[in-house]
């Protein structure tokens, strides 16, 4: 791909939302290689879903034959980004945020190639530059080039002076002149020219890219990517479960590969273009037959696999599939004990049950109180119709069992696991 069709196909996917300078910026990608970094803050053990866009812009920068910097923020971490947020962030420590630095690193590195020669990625973290500098000189050197005035007039610290009660402190009113000085010690160290991120960062980039004028001599320029949103006006990456993380201990492969496969028509095709590499035509067409056949449309499908195999590779894929096949068909003997785990994290509602609690427990009441139905007398009447199915048998029950006479290492899935379904829909997982 050249430079000039690169931000042609970031236009057509919508993946642009503002840009310094945007002749100039064109002409600076067709001169060669250019560098281009994007920061993730450590705020938690892992990224979620919202950093996918800017992770796979900076994959597609490299496929372009340009070096991307992936920066995470052990110093900026410590502060919090106060843009368009509604109160002040929770400031954590320096051991917790160094822990989430390397969680934040390995994740990153599955999306960008260390080993392609000349534009090889790199990861740096901002807390190198900082670490060693003391106040006075930041304050001369650095803090000197920004006007209180032009700071307070940017729409994200703006927003935050206005809203009643809540206020800024000068903690987070600072975290611009370190973003800046993010950009400007890695255009002096790095030739850094280009930097990306999402819409809410441009305040904090056109920072960056004057205090790289200013200290530096050099230009810089800015790209900013929408921030998604949903057409239903619900927050995208989150459901009732909570947030989308991309860590399969937080979210399992299954649970986010199901993510995908429940999004709104009205949204697929978008996301297709945001979250893939397919062809921007290739998706049209699609659009076009899903249009044209009767029944649910394929799109779905196809944005699940594309990112679930991005995120968790191929394996967790194939894991993801097997699952949703077993639940569908009910045919549970070709799942995986780790399959069955990922089930237990998120996949389903699960019980963990303690065998002194199961001795006088009977079956209809835990049955009942795991939501399985509403009262004792349907998992009764539900058992005398046989419609109460453990691990894909149904099971010889009846209402006067204990539950410690179902629930035994001897009937369960790997010794431990007991997948109850009711009906075509209700299931629950427990585990002993």
Same mark, same amino acid.
């Given at each position: 791909?050249?430079?000039?069709?690169?931000?042609?196909?970031?236009?057509?996917?919508?993946?642009?939302?503002?840009?310094?300078?945007?002749?100039?910026?064109?002409?600076?990608?067709?001169?060669?290689?250019?560098?281009?970094?994007?920061?993730?803050?450590?705020?938690?053990?892992?990224?979620?879903?919202?950093?996918?866009?800017?992770?796979?812009?900076?994959?597609?920068?490299?496929?372009?034959?340009?070096?991307?910097?992936?920066?995470?923020?052990?110093?900026?971490?410590?502060?919090?980004?106060?843009?368009?947020?509604?109160?002040?962030?929770?400031?954590?420590?320096?051991?917790?945020?160094?822990?989430?630095?390397?969680?934040?690193?390995?994740?990153?590195?599955?999306?960008?190639?260390?080993?392609?020669?000349?534009?090889?990625?790199?990861?740096?973290?901002?807390?190198?530059?900082?670490?060693?500098?003391?106040?006075?000189?930041?304050?001369?050197?650095?803090?000197?080039?920004?006007?209180?005035?032009?700071?307070?007039?940017?729409?994200?610290?703006?927003?935050?002076?206005?809203?009643?009660?809540?206020?800024?402190?000068?903690?987070?009113?600072?975290?611009?002149? &370190?973003? !800046?000085?993010?950009?400007?010690? #890695?255009?002096?160290?790095?030739?850094?020219? @280009? *930097?990306?991120? =999402?819409?809410?960062?441009?305040?904090?980039?056109?920072?960056?890219?004057?205090?790289?004028?200013?200290?530096?001599?050099?230009?810089?320029?800015?790209?900013?990517?929408?921030?998604?949103?949903?057409?239903?006006?619900?927050?995208?990456?989150?459901?009732?479960?909570?947030?989308?993380?991309?860590?399969?201990?937080?979210?399992?492969?299954?649970?986010?590969?199901?993510?995908?496969?429940?999004?709104?028509?009205?949204?697929?095709?978008?996301?297709?273009?945001?979250?893939?590499?397919?062809?921007?035509?290739?998706?049209?067409?699609?659009?076009?037959?899903?249009?044209?056949?009767?029944?649910?449309?394929?799109?779905?499908?196809?944005?699940?696999?594309?990112?679930?195999?991005?995120?968790?590779?191929?394996?967790?894929?194939?894991?993801?599939?097997?699952?949703?096949?077993? &639940?569908? !068909?009910?045919?549970?003997?070709? #799942?995986?004990?780790?399959?069955?785990?990922? @089930? *237990?994290?998120? =996949?389903?509602?699960?019980?963990?049950?303690?065998?002194?609690?199961?001795?006088?427990?009977?079956?209809?009441?835990?049955?009942?109180?795991?939501?399985?139905?509403?009262?004792?007398?349907?998992?009764?009447?539900?058992?005398?119709?046989?419609?109460?199915?453990?691990?894909?048998?149904?099971?010889?029950?009846?209402?006067?069992?204990?539950?410690?006479?179902?629930?035994?290492?001897?009937?369960?899935?790997?010794?431990?696991?007991?997948?109850?379904?009711?009906?075509?829909?209700?299931?629950?997982?427990?585990?002993?």
């Amino acid at each position: 791909m050249t430079d000039t069709t690169l931000l042609q196909d970031l236009n057509a996917r919508g993946l642009i939302a503002q840009m310094t300078s945007e002749d100039e910026l064109e002409q600076h990608l067709a001169e060669g290689s250019v560098t281009l970094y994007c920061g993730f803050d450590p705020t938690a053990d892992s990224l979620h879903i919202g950093s996918l866009v800017p992770l796979l812009a900076l994959k597609r920068f490299q496929q372009a034959g340009h070096k991307p910097l992936a920066l995470v923020g052990g110093a900026t971490g410590l502060i919090g980004d106060p843009s368009f947020k509604a109160q002040e962030r929770k400031l954590n420590d320096d051991v917790t945020v160094a822990g989430w630095v390397e969680k934040l690193k390995g994740q990153v590195s599955q999306f960008i190639d260390f080993d392609c020669g000349a534009n090889s990625a790199e990861v740096v973290n901002n807390l190198d530059w900082t670490r060693g500098m003391d106040i006075l000189t930041f304050l001369r050197d650095v803090g000197k080039h920004f006007s209180v005035n032009q700071m307070i007039a940017k729409e994200s610290v703006k927003q935050r002076i206005d809203r009643e009660g809540e206020g800024i402190s000068f903690t987070e009113f600072t975290y611009m002149i &370190l973003q !800046s000085f993010d950009y400007q010690q #890695l255009n002096a160290s790095r030739n850094c020219t @280009l *930097q990306i991120g =999402g819409s809410d960062q441009w305040g904090n980039i056109t920072g960056g890219t004057e205090l790289t004028r200013r200290m530096n001599g050099n230009r810089a320029f800015g790209l900013t990517l929408p921030l998604i949103t949903k057409s239903d006006g619900t927050k995208f990456g989150k459901t009732e479960s909570g947030t989308i993380w991309l860590s399969p201990a937080k979210t399992s492969p299954y649970a986010f590969y199901q993510f995908w496969l429940q999004t709104a028509d009205a949204d697929v095709y978008a996301f297709l273009k945001y979250f893939t590499f397919l062809a921007v035509d290739e998706i049209d067409a699609l659009e076009q037959a899903d249009a044209a056949r009767d029944g649910r449309p394929e799109a779905q499908s196809v944005l699940a696999r594309e990112v679930t195999r991005l995120v968790h590779g191929e394996e967790g894929l194939t894991a993801a599939m097997r699952i949703t096949e077993a &639940l569908f !068909s009910g045919n549970l003997a070709d #799942l995986s004990e780790a399959d069955f785990e990922q @089930l *237990q994290l998120d =996949g389903l509602p699960s019980s963990r049950l303690a065998a002194s609690d199961l001795v006088e427990t009977p079956l209809t009441t835990l049955l009942s109180d795991a939501g399985l139905a509403a009262s004792g007398k349907q998992i009764k009447d539900a058992l005398q119709r046989n419609a109460v199915i453990v691990n894909g048998v149904e099971k010889g029950m009846d209402d006067n069992m204990k539950a410690a006479e179902i629930f035994t290492a001897e009937n369960g899935t790997y010794s431990r696991f007991f997948l109850v379904k009711l009906g075509k829909k209700k299931h629950h997982l427990f585990s002993i």
